[in-house]
């Protein structure tokens, strides 16, 4: 996957952010680095909406919906003794936990999970919010994106969602 690949199907991104401080800051807080492809992804589109469905959010604090206050509150969220038997492990920045990275207006959350090891791969797990139901794909997330973008299934409900190619538009 390159951002190549995501630009030619979604667009011509117009954030093209390149100050690595907001995620330095989440990085730091969380204890983990996010992966490479989702932060060039982010970082080229900044808070978005994909396909009228997909919410993806930049860490700039700046913005009216950051991924840094949506991680914090989502990672509340999620601990709650009721939902956390909703995941197939624990969230938070150690290795194997979830971070809620993305949602759906659908009703799904995506998140990335931090690899058990060095050598071991980020995942990408897709939670259907009104049931118990998760899916772990063992892809980047930017190969997910990908087969989301092409249509695949990837959980979220992409059928008649963008019928004449995939599209974004900034978050107010």
């Known amino acids: 996957m390159t951002l190549s690949d995501i630009r030619g199907l979604l667009g011509e991104p117009r954030f093209n952010w390149d100050d ?11 204890g983990v680095a996010f992966p ?3 932060r060039e992804i982010v970082d080229a589109y ?3 909406e994909i396909n009228g469905q997909l919410y993806l959010k930049h860490p700039a604090r700046h913005l009216l919906h950051s991924l840094s206050d949506n991680v914090r509150d989502d990672l509340e969220l999620w601990r709650e003794e009721d939902m956390a038997g909703f995941l197939p492990g624990p969230v938070g920045g150690g290795p194997g936990e979830l ?14 999970c931090v690899p058990e090891g060095p ?5 990408v797990v897709v939670q259907e919010f009104d049931s118990p139901a998760w ?8 190969e997910w994106l990908l087969d989301y973008l092409k ?17 974004w538009e900034f978050l107010p």
């Open 46 to 48: 900044g808070s978005v």
């Open 135 to 142: 899916t772990l794909y063992e892809m980047t997330f930017g």
């Open 119 to 123: 050598s071991s791969p980020w995942r």
């Open 36 to 38: 490479a492809d989702f």
């Open 99 to 112: 971070i809620p990275v993305a949602t759906a207006t659908t009703g799904e959350a995506v998140f990335l």
């Open 20 to 30: 690595p401080a907001p995620w330095d800051d989440l990085e730091r807080e969380l």
């Open 151 to 167: 249509g695949r299934d990837v959980t979220l409900c992409v059928r008649n969602r963008a019928p004449d190619g995939s599209f």
